[in-house]
């Protein structure tokens, strides 16, 4: 019974992952016409990429962990550099965005603590699969549908300018 509960989620996982896959590699349409916040994206897709693929192929739990932990130090200084950009901008819906950004940074950590931690290790066990949507939620859930809300509104600015 447990064998046939693992191969199914294995199962479920290869195909999360190549869907996944398509859905988070980089494409030039998900552009937000600023050169260096679509250059930041970019980085974040890739990485989210790389660490897609290490929790699908049950890479060594320390390298997991240290990109996991790359993809938060890079994440968490995007936010900072794209909030300063919305102030500046003066984007009325700034306090919604920052809430996203500071509950993908707790639920970020959440996620790091339970990877790096020996307690709990056997509910934790498909780690792979919640990596994997907290990828889908930062690339899809976040830049695709938030990030592209303010690239609209700095659209009809210029527009208006
Ligand atoms: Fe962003
Ligand atoms: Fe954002």
């Known amino acids: 019974m447990q064998k046939q509960i693992y191969t199914r ?3 479920i996982k290869g195909l999360a992952f190549n869907s996944l ?3 988070i590699s980089w494409n030039s349409d998900f552009k937000v016409d600023q050169p260096q916040i679509d250059c930041q994206h970019e980085g974040i897709f890739n990485l989210a990429v790389e660490v897609s693929e290490l929790s699908r192929d049950q890479a060594g739990n320390d390298k997991l962990i240290a990109i996991f932990d790359d993809f938060g130090t890079i ?3 995007h936010f900072r550099y794209e909030e300063d950009m919305l102030v500046e901008i003066g984007y009325p819906m700034l306090k919604d965005h920052r809430v996203e950004h500071n509950a993908m940074l707790s639920e970020l950590e959440f996620i790091r603590q339970r990877l790096s931690s020996r307690v709990g290790e056997r509910t934790f066990q498909e ?3 919640v990596v994997l949507s907290f990828m889908l939620g930062v690339t899809v859930g ?3 549908h938030s990030d592209v809300n303010y ?3 700095m659209k009809r600015c210029k527009a208006h300018s």
């Open 9 to 11: 989620v294995s199962a």
């Open 75 to 77: 994440l968490d200084e």
């Open 151 to 153: 690239a609209q509104y």
């Open 142 to 144: 976040h830049i695709l």
């Open 21 to 23: 896959k398509q859905l």
């Open 127 to 129: 780690k792979g699969l």
